[in-house]
């Protein structure tokens, strides 16, 4: 068990556990009119079987990216214990004025939530990013509108915590090679810039976890300069990345420390799982890490665009810090319908409700 980073953890006592995974699914189209636009993408079959995967794994939260043409297929097997959030479509040829190709975007981000049902999604929106480089080179990335998803969550024990799910903009490995790249770089790091402000604009009391294909290796972009640095200098909140703690002892690769394909032999992926604690209150304390290697083909390869990642959590808090009382008065007591209907829990259906005075949408799939 890691322990709490940047925090004392005398008297600390469990309030809950949380399970998080992220996963691109690589869900573009495996063709294109006549065009083989993703030959080595799972494709219909390939996404059922993610589905499968998913629902047997059994984690709390899950972020998936490239949730473009095989939305149904992917969530065949999470409907049953699964609520899902905002989806914003996949990619329509319908949608296309051709004329306008060169100027235009897929209205669609790829992003996708799932959260076990008896957890309830407060609040949702999307963002977009106000940089991104590539439209039919560097991996296309401006062909859609990539961004990050918001959520703010009130688990089933009454906890309250917030999640972002993302997908920044990538480089091809023939780019990285060429130096040819440098517009890809600096996509990323406008948007690690506008995601820092993000999440410093919206710190409260809640612990905080950022999840996704985040495209990003330590020895190649200045995350830890950019994002984490200005975050844990409040002296208020302190950040830390999952795998840098369980598998690194909490020592960051510093950037340009060598080849950035230095990166893959210490085991860092491009799908990243970060944290938020705040100094005080609720905190979340990693209790295990891991690349999810059986995610695979019958080759060994993964399904979806590289293997997964995952977390668990326990949530924990000091005994002197009225850390019970605040889970008491912050869950939900109070739940009708528009209607005037009280409910005895949690809603399972999708629909307008009002809960502790506040109207929440509880999305459709």
């Known amino acids: ?61 899950i972020g998936v990216q490239e949730d473009f043409n095989y939305d149904d297929e992917l969530r065949s097997s999470l409907e049953t214990d699964y609520d899902c959030g905002l989806w914003q479509g996949g990619i329509s040829l319908g949608d296309v004025n051709w004329l306008t190709i060169w100027k235009t975007k897929f209205e669609t981000d790829g992003l996708r939530f799932f959260w076990r049902k008896q957890h309830l999604i407060e609040y949702e929106e999307t963002v977009e990013w106000t940089a991104s480089y590539g439209k039919f080179d560097h991996c296309w990335d401006d062909i859609v509108t990539k961004g990050f998803h918001y959520s703010e969550m009130t688990l089933d024990n009454g906890l309250r915590i917030v999640v972002y799910n993302m997908h920044l903009d990538a480089s091809t490995e023939e780019d990285e090679r060429d130096d040819d790249d440098g517009g890809d770089k600096e996509a990323r790091r406008r948007q690690w810039y506008q995601l820092r402000d993000s999440v410093m604009a919206r710190l409260d009391e809640r612990p905080v976890i950022l999840l996704g294909d985040m495209n990003s290796l330590y020895p190649r ?118 209607s005037g209907q009280q409910l005895s829990g949690i809603p399972s259906r999708p629909g307008i ?13």
């Open 353 to 365: 409700y009002i809960i502790n005075g506040k109207k929440i949408v509880k999305p459709h799939y």
């Open 1 to 61: 068990m890691v322990g709490l980073t940047g925090i004392d953890s005398k008297a600390a006592t469990v309030e809950g556990t949380v399970s998080v995974a992220t996963l691109n699914v690589d869900g573009l189209p495996t063709k294109i009119l006549f065009v083989n636009s993703n030959p080595d993408g799972p494709g219909s079959g390939g996404t059922v079987m993610v589905s499968q995967y998913l629902a047997q794994k059994g984690y709390d939260i």
């Open 221 to 338: 972009d200045s995350i830890h300069a950019i994002f984490i640095d200005p975050i844990n200098a409040t002296d208020r909140y302190h950040v830390a990345d999952a795998w840098v703690e369980h598998k690194m002892g909490g020592v960051y690769p510093e950037v340009g420390s060598g080849d950035y394909r230095v990166a893959y032999t210490t085991g860092e992926s491009l799908d990243k799982i970060l944290y938020i604690n705040p100094m005080e209150g609720l905190r979340l304390q990693l209790d295990d890490y891991r690349e999810e290697r059986d995610y695979v083909w019958d080759d060994g390869t993964p399904l979806g665009d590289h293997y997964p990642v995952s977390a668990r959590f326990s949530i924990v808090g000091n005994s002197d810090t009225g850390i019970r009382q605040y889970k008491t008065d912050q869950r939900p007591q109070k739940i009708y319908t528009v």
